[in-house]
């Protein structure tokens, strides 16, 4: 297989699999309408703020603890994401009506999912398993968030956090806050390898986020919409750091993909 499909295989497939589990979500669990859907409504003052407060706070906590704390703040989100994934089944249908035969597998897959989460975190998972546990885990945790907030908070919030995600890189701020060891050790354990390019968990989570809370705000047409221009600002991105030492990974693929919903606010 072409090594550039098998990463737009990889890349995409979690995107599409967040809009399908968002819409089946969205079909048996009404959000209220968010009200008043327009951009001076959109307040970046919040989100910039709890961007700030949780890098710094995951700094602290992987300078002071360096291998053991990356991988205990990533086996964490492989967790929240298997829980997602139960919030989700439960999110998609009303009270007592979640049929049998997705109930049955529901047990046994949670509980396989906490097991290699504990695994992950011992480093006694392999390679591929892990890879399957943290893109299924990750994918999960960004289609709930963006089914759950309103469309106008996920774009302020993933804004935020993408100029935040470009003064950090730019400034090299990660390698010098942290020591070399740790440094090495959250950028190997943060990060899923494709083909060519590898790519950051809260890179993914904010691919699935946004592509969610697009298709829940806006509807299918305008997520799908959303999705494309997200992959290729991602493989805009990937191009781009073949030339570059270092570049942000979420301004281009979050500026393109907030594009269609900012069209739709403004237009409407």
């Known amino acids: ?53 949780v890098i710094f706070g995951l700094f602290y906590v992987f300078r002071r603890r360096g291998e053991q704390a990356v991988r205990f703040v990533v086996a964490g989100i492989t967790v929240v994401g298997v829980v997602s994934g139960v919030v989700l089944l439960q999110l998609s249908f009303t009270p007592g009506t979640l049929p049998v035969v997705l109930y049955l ?26 890879f399957t546990l943290t893109v299924v885990s990750v994918t999960l945790l ?26 950090i890189v730019e400034s090299n701020f990660l390698r010098r806050a942290l020591n070399l060891a740790s440094f090495d050790n959250v950028i190997s354990a943060t990060t899923i390898p494709l083909a060519d390019f590898e790519i950051g968990l809260g890179d993914l989570l904010v691919y699935s986020m946004l592509s969610a809370g697009s298709l829940r705000g806006m509807g299918i047409y305008i997520g799908a919409i959303t999705a494309i221009f997200i992959i290729a600002g991602a493989f805009g991105t990937f191009r781009i750091t073949r030339s570059r030492l270092r570049f942000p990974g979420l301004p281009i693929p979050v500026g393109l993909g907030v594009v269609p919903s900012i069209m739709v606010l403004m237009i409407g």
Do not use: E, H
């Not at 072409?2 to 599409?16: E, M, N, S």
């Not at 960004?142 to 089914?147: E, H, P, Q, R, S």
């Open 1 to 53: 297989m072409d090594r550039r499909l098998r990463d737009a295989i990889l890349l995409g497939g979690p995107i599409l699999a967040s809009l399908i589990i968002a819409q089946i979500t969205l079909s048996g669990f009404s959000p209220a309408k968010f009200s008043g859907y327009s951009i001076s409504n959109i307040d970046l003052l919040t989100p910039g703020f709890i961007c700030v407060l």
């Open 142 to 167: 960004g289609t709930l968030i963006g089914v759950l907030f309103p469309l106008s908070f996920t774009i302020a919030f993933l804004i935020s956090l993408s100029i935040l995600d470009a003064l």
């Open 105 to 130: 597998p529901a047990a046994p897959l949670t509980y396989l999912g906490l097991y290699w989460s504990f695994r992950s975190y011992t480093g006694s998972l392999s390679p591929r398993k892990t």
